[in-house]
């Protein structure tokens, strides 16, 4: 067998101290999706509280993920100030590619389409960090 990883090998899927935050934020990402879809919550501070972050955070936060895995190549504080930038980037850019489609740009179409750019980024990211060494994550 050649040294290529699997995509589902169990020992990288359940690797929680290099992938946790990934996870998390894959999960606030379900959820507020979850939210959105389901009508007696949709109307609620629950789905404001959960999509700010989705809109403003983290898919510019998967999108460094992907660029940057090692734990070493920004601190923390560019890390953030990154996600935040390419988290107004990346709805902006949702936004006018939703606003040209015959989709449309509505509140239906906008969260699952950022959403989407999130979790794609997210696959990327935890790709390339479960290629990495062990010491470099």
């Known amino acids: ?6 995509l589902f090998d169990e020992k990288l899927l359940f690797s929680v101290g290099r992938l946790s935050d990934l996870g998390v934020a894959a999960a606030w ?53 990154i996600s935040v930038g390419l988290s107004v980037m990346t709805a902006g850019f949702v ?15 906008a969260g699952p389409a950022v959403a989407a750019v999130a979790i794609g980024s997210m696959l990327i990211g935890w790709s390339r960090r479960s290629r990495l060494p062990p010491g470099e994550s």
């Open 1 to 6: 067998m050649d040294n290529r990883r699997l």
């Open 29 to 81: 990402t379900i959820a507020a999706l979850i939210v959105s879809a389901v009508p007696p919550l949709a109307d609620t501070l629950l789905r404001a509280v959960l999509g700010f972050p989705l809109l403003v955070f983290i898919p510019g936060y998967a999108i460094a993920a992907a660029l940057f895995p090692r734990d070493g190549d920004l601190s923390s504080g560019e890390r953030i100030a």
């Open 95 to 109: 936004g006018l590619v939703l606003a040209v489609t015959p989709i449309g740009l509505t509140m239906a179409s």
